[in-house]
């Protein structure tokens, strides 16, 4: 019997929902990030709260979460997400490079740190990474982290 010939489907996208309460970061991480096969956005959001509100709709497998906002900040909502959806893998990304600000997301439930000034090769890295169920920690502070 002559069966039609079938593509094979494409892997499955990465899940990922962007929190950061400035909108030109996350247009860019968006533009960036869309690039790669690896990867789908389903949602953008401008802070702590909203991410609380849109993370069981959208379903994210990998959230990037700014730390610096207001008024829920990146470690309020990383906790309140973390203990509700512990499925889900969140990376917090900051501006602020001090091994403090990883430290206290980590124990909050992110599986992972990025400092914004980390290279957008890290970011990808990252993702795939905690993805996959591993931590990660970003070099710039790695290199502080005891």
Request: hydrophobic share 40%; glycine share 4%.
């Amino acid at each position: 019997m002559n069966q039609p010939h079938q593509k094979p489907s494409p892997p499955e996208q990465i899940r990922i929902m962007l929190v950061d309460d400035h909108r030109l970061i996350l247009e860019s991480w968006k533009l960036l990030l869309e690039k790669d096969p690896r990867f789908k956005i389903v949602a953008e959001c401008e802070s702590g709260a909203e991410a609380i509100r849109e993370v069981k709709e959208m379903k994210p497998e990998i959230i990037l979460m700014d730390i610096n906002m207001s008024p829920v900040n990146g470690f309020d909502a990383t906790e309140k997400i973390s203990s509700l959806y512990p499925q889900i893998r969140i990376i917090g990304i900051s501006i602020n490079n001090h091994p403090d600000y990883a430290r206290h997301i980590m124990k909050l439930g992110a599986k992972g740190f990025v400092c914004k000034d980390s290279s957008f090769e890290e970011l990808t890295n990252a993702i795939i990474k905690v993805h996959q169920g591993s931590e990660y920690i970003c070099l710039e502070i790695k290199k502080h982290f005891k």
